[in-house]
């Protein structure tokens, strides 16, 4: 199901999230693929099975790396992504790890925006760096703190676009040129955008990292994360970031889940685009909000490079109260209908405090330097009835501004 006729256009976003890497003729022909529960996998001879360890032939040898649903799910989301190949892991987290673990070493330089997902940050500043690496702090919307940072000579540069929790939005494609220009590789982390808003293998990134656990996954019932790239990387991050620097791998029912989440991913991505655009344009008009973070903002500094960029804008967005923190937290404490959690991406409204929660892992000066203010207020909009979660929020600013 993976490609039509050559003389038939290639199937949509959509067609491929719901068919591609999966025959139901392959399983008795059920129509949703098998949850392979097994540790580990028969070899016929002996000869057998050196074959398949020695990847002369193709077959399974143990769980850690391979599992059959698992492999469905890398060859469709790869295949999302415009990558050669992909690789499922236990969580956002050990895709991260063991991607970096696997291509840098002691002595190389990596370079990441200033704005990261708090523990990716402290992965590189206060992980990487105990083993040798070292690692540049630069404003990647900043041409010119990027070239300067370039200088270092890094093998890779790390960044997310939209980036959280400020939504500020990097130009892939001018970082990329400006990345291999000077001979560095570069990964983006796509868990914002989704492969549906935007594919960043196509406007130059060498890899791409996600948390599952958030739009690809959707439903906010499991934990994973994917590496996309060249069929050499994903390779080799199998062979040595999962198989022994970390051993993270991915439960073979969390694949299933996975699958299953994508087959809505297009759908959901757009409602959740279309539903936080409203909220944003709400917040805006708003006398109690101070400042709205919303690329889809005509308003927004990020704005012409996101409609170049991406296809919508995403389900997230941050904001400030004009009353500060303290009307920030009197405003969460209010609502009813969206949920005070961390995560996103889920068909619930989350609303987060990321000085508190998502990025306290910051040094507070870093935070402030990095412009993750005290204020702040991360919501990831969901897809209830968009009038419901309007009227939520509504009646906590009215809340918190006669508090104020
Ligand atoms: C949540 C998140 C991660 C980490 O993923 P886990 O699945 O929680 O390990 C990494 N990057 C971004 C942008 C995230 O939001």
Redesign the pocket.
Known sequence: MTTSDSNRRPHGFATRAIHVGYDPASAHGALTPPVFMTSTYAFETVEDGLAISSGEKPGYVYGRTRNPTQTILETRIADLEGAEAGLALA????A?SATLWTLLGAGDRVVIDQTL?G??YVFFTRGLTRFGVSVTVADLTDPDDFAQALRTRPKLVYF?TPA?PNLRVIDIAAVAAQAHAAGARVIV?N??ATPVLQRPIELGADLVVH????FLGGHGDL???VVVGSQTDIAQIRGHGLRYLTGATMAPLTAFLLLRGLKTLELRVQRHSASAMAVAATLAAHPAVRQVFYPGLLASPFHPIAARQMRAFGGLLACELSGGIEAGRHFMNQLTLAHRAV??GDAETLVQHPASMTHAAYPPEERHRHGISDGLIRLSIGLETPEDIIEDILQALEASQQRG
């Open positions: 969580s956002g987290m050990a991260i997902y523990n990716s997310e959280n982390d868990t914002f948390s599952a656990t958030k934990l994973g994360g995560s996103l």
